[in-house]
C-alpha cells in the first residue's frame, strides 16, 4: 500500500500518486487502470477521493473513462492519419485534393442559407450578416475511423456571379474548384490551423474521448483579384489526425535598380 503523505487536497495527492505511475511506465498506455477498489486499497484512501482524484486526470487529458468499461491510460502514440494538404491539377485541368479518396460520407450533406459570423466575415473579408450558402459533411475515414466535420461557406454574391455555386454548394471542393475556374478566375488558396477544445455538439460528432482538442482549419480560396469566394473548414480531434504540408521557395521579386 502506498499511502499518502504529501500536503495539499487528499484527491490531488492521489491525482499525483497516480500521474506519476502513468508517466513512469507503471500504468501503460491504452491499459486499464486499476478498480476504485483497488486504487483505495493501494494509496488507503475513500472511494470519493479516487474518484475526484480519476476525475482530475481526466480533466487533464490522461485517463478516458470508458463507460461500462472503466479507467483508461490515454494513448501516447502518434495520430493514425496524416492528412497532406494541398491542392493539385491534372494535365487536363482537373482539379485534385491529396486525400480526397480516403473520405466517406457518413451522412447525407446538409444544404442550408445562414449568415457571416464576425470569424466567417473577417475570412471572407464581409460584415457580419452577409448572406451565405453553406453545406455540412459528416466524413469518416473508413480505414481508421477517423472522422471529421467539413462545412463549406459561398457568399451570395459570389454565387450571383456564378449561379453554379448556389445552385450546387455541396458540390467536392475539386468540383468547385472547377466551376471557378470555369468563370475566368485564376485560384490561390489560404489555410489557417488552430487547435481548440470542442464545442459539446463537436464532441458528440467527432466521438472525441474526454479533453481531447480539435484542429479547426480554415481554407479559403481566392479569385484573380485576389477577392474571398469560398470559405472551407475542417474539424477533427488532434488525436486521430496530424496535417502535412509541403513547402516550396517562392521566388523573390527581382531588385529594382537604383536611380
Request: charged share 25%.
Amino acid at each position: 500500500m502506498s499511502e499518502i503523505q504529501r500536503p495539499g487536497a487528499l484527491y490531488q495527492q492521489v491525482a499525483t500518486a497516480i500521474r506519476e505511475a502513468i508517466l513512469s511506465g507503471e500504468f501503460a498506455p491504452d491499459s486499464l487502470l486499476p478498480s476504485e477498489a483497488q486504487l483505495m486499497t493501494r494509496y488507503g484512501v475513500s472511494r470519493p477521493t479516487v474518484r475526484n482524484a480519476i476525475a482530475a486526470l481526466r480533466a487533464e487529458g490522461l485517463i478516458d473513462v470508458r463507460h461500462g468499461k472503466g479507467s483508461y491510460v490515454r494513448s501516447s502514440g502518434q495520430p493514425v492519419l496524416t492528412l497532406e494538404r494541398g491542392v493539385s491539377r491534372t494535365s487536363d485541368g482537373k482539379f485534385v485534393m491529396p486525400n480526397g479518396d480516403i473520405w466517406q460520407e457518413a451522412e447525407e450533406p446538409s444544404t442550408y442559407r445562414t449568415h457571416t459570423t464576425r470569424d466567417t466575415g473577417r475570412l471572407l473579408q464581409l460584415q457580419t450578416e452577409e448572406a451565405l450558402f453553406g453545406c455540412d459533411r459528416l466524413l469518416i475515414d473508413p480505414s481508421t475511423g477517423t472522422r471529421a466535420m467539413h462545412r463549406t461557406l459561398i457568399p451570395f454574391e459570389v454565387a450571383e456571379a456564378v449561379p453554379l455555386l448556389g445552385q450546387e454548394p455541396c458540390k467536392p471542393s475539386a468540383a468547385l474548384y472547377g466551376v471557378l475556374t470555369q468563370a475566368g478566375h485564376k485560384l490561390t488558396w489560404a489555410e489557417t490551423v488552430r487547435a481548440r477544445m470542442p464545442l459539446p455538439d463537436e464532441r458528440t460528432t467527432l466521438q472525441l474521448p474526454d479533453a481531447t482538442p480539435i484542429l479547426h482549419v480554415c481554407r479559403v480560396a481566392h479569385g484573380t483579384d485576389d477577392r474571398p469566394l469560398i470559405l472551407e473548414e475542417l474539424r477533427f480531434g488532434a488525436d486521430r489526425a496530424e496535417l502535412a504540408y509541403r513547402i516550396t521557395a517562392d521566388k523573390q521579386p527581382a531588385r529594382r535598380p537604383r536611380a
